[in-house]
T-cell receptor
Framework: KNEVEQSPQNLTAQEGEFITINCSYS?????LHWLQQHPGGGIVSLFM?????KKHGRLIATINIQEKHSSLHITASHPRDSAVYIC???????????WGAGTKLIIKP | DTAVSQTPKYLVTQMGNDKSIKCEQN?????MYWYKQDSKKFLKIMFS???????INETVPNRFSPKSPDKAHLNLHINSLELGDSAVYFC??????????????FGPGTRLLVL
């Protein structure tokens, strides 16, 4: 079992739909990151969370430390949101970064 | 202006060859990284350099040798390429050592295919 699990692996939705991507982890962490990888391969960091909730535009990220779970939400989804979304955690005691396998999101017009 | 650039973007080569991937950042950052993304999309850190000095060296075969001629450049040389080396390699930089992912700037990636 991987230390960071994401679900779903693939998600196809219509423009305008509310999107939720989940990330569960099994290790102690100091921070959790959500990143976006565009079809061209470029990676952009979206959020860094250690507790609570963060919002940036149409993106919302939440984390529940007790349940070792984080969610990334996209409101009013748009085709340009189509990308791979990656959850990554930073170990509590070392520099190690543990990455999830990513969720491939396709938003159809 | 490209902040973190990698060359080449695509690299197709045969087993046993030696190849290099170059990375340059024009952000004035002190720290640079190499990551490997495998076919399952897992991204693993390989190396990190701070001001031309190696600070992180994860479990990577000796065939991989990073070289930092100056703090704006971190090149990755791979000897005796193997099929399992096929992956996308990402370079990144951050202002300081120990920076979190949220402050790392990633390059576009180099797709390496070993035949």
């Amino acid at each position: 079992k991987n230390e960071v699990e994401q679900s779903p692996q693939n998600l196809t939705a219509q423009e305008g739909e509310f999107i939720t991507i989940n990330c569960s982890y099994s290790v102690g962490i100091s921070a959790l990151h959500w990143l976006q990888q565009h079809p061209g391969g470029g990676i952009v960091s979206l959020f860094m969370l250690s507790s609570g909730k963060k919002k940036h535009g149409r993106l919302i990220a939440t984390i529940n430390i007790q349940e070792k779970h984080s969610s990334l939400h996209i409101t009013a989804s748009h085709p340009r949101d189509s990308a791979v979304y990656i959850c990554a955690v930073k170990g509590a005691s070392n520099y190690q970064l543990i990455w999830g396998a990513g969720t491939k999101l396709i938003i159809k017009p | 202006d490209t902040a973190v650039s990698q060359t080449p973007k695509y690299l197709v080569t045969q087993m046993g060859n030696d190849k290099s991937i170059k990375c340059e950042q024009n952000l004035g950052h002190d720290t640079m990284y190499w990551y490997k993304q495998d076919s399952k999309k897992f991204l693993k850190i390989m190396f990190s350099y701070n001001n031309k000095e190696l600070i992180i060296n994860e479990t990577v075969p000796n065939r991989f040798s990073p070289k930092s001629p100056d703090k704006a450049h971190l090149n990755l040389h791979i000897n005796s390429l193997e099929l399992g080396d096929s992956a996308v390699y990402f370079c990144a930089s951050s202002l300081k050592q120990g920076a979190g992912l949220e402050t790392q700037y990633f390059g576009p990636g180099t797709r390496l295919l070993v035949l």
